[in-house]
């Protein structure tokens, strides 16, 4: 019998795993697995949300004319170069979908966001892995990457699942070592994380370099993962190409809504952008006690740290004892990181109780 069959380059995709809410059992845990805000969503962005419910009857806006000009105006952008997407991921596709084809490569680095190789392949190209620095972005091996069939370079600044970032210079010398025709895309997508003076310069680029579109995402510390609002932003002619196949109504009258309202919520921001950097130093200090049991954590500019279990206790019996004592962290032996797991930046109790768990299955042994 014949039956219809999927392109080769889509049965080449290995599916993206989310983090995971609950353990084999069917119990709920403290979820530090998937880099969401502990302190949750802005009170007026879950209004906004709940207001959107006297209108489900018309389409949303589809040209989201009121959130880009929020957007331009709080980051100083022209709201007509701002790309919008279901989640920034769906902007990382049309970035593929609109520049790499089959023949074409595409360039990411080792430890990177698992949806640049799933993009990647999804439109036939053919996906590039550059080595790492010690778990960082390295720019020369990118560099070194590139041939004339190079027409997509992905990076996260900062990185997931690593947490490393790369600084303004090294960000400058890799958009002046490629190649005009490849698009740069630089995924912000803990852009918010960073302390302002270390910012890596990639929205500047943006603005002036017709080869470089910067991603960002409302999922994280705007806390509204649920209602899957990104956006990008590139030249005109970049823009116009993704609107082409843009799903059209991508966004949400309650996504546009409450991601209007959690953009003007800006005291909410900086409380978790505090808090986050206080209990990240934490985590990271107290890993580093567990040093001469092998743990070493990765510094991170993230909402989580990466720990790496070079000693006797195993990533993964700390993650099955930590889901055991009720913590669901992310373990990646899929993503080349089998003696790693990303624990996420809880609430202060939630983060104190993964660590004094993680403590004791190190003692244990
Ligand atoms: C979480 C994350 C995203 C985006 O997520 P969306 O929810 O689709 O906006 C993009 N890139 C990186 C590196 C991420 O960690």
Redesign the pocket.
Known sequence: MFAPVPKPWIMGIAPYVPGRSKTDDGRKVVKLSS?ENPLGTAPEARAAFAAAANDLERYPDASAAVLREAIGARYGLDPARIIYGT???EVLHLVAGAYAGPGDEVIFVRYG?A?YEIAARRVGATPVVAPDKDYATDVDAILAAVTPATKVVYI?NPN?PTGTFAGRDEIARLHAGLPRDVMLVI?Q??GEYIESGDDDGALELAKTQANVIVTR?F??IYGL?AE?I?WGYGSAEAVEAMHRIRMPFNLTTAGQGAALAALEAQDFVEASRVHNAEWRAWLTAEVGKLGNAGLRAVPSMCNFVLVLFEGPVSAETAYKGLMDAGYIVRWLPGQGLPHGLRISIGTAEETQGVMAALREIVERG
């Open positions: 880099n989640g920034s991921d966001f949806v996260a997931n995924d997508a803990y995402t999922s994280k993962a899957r990104g």
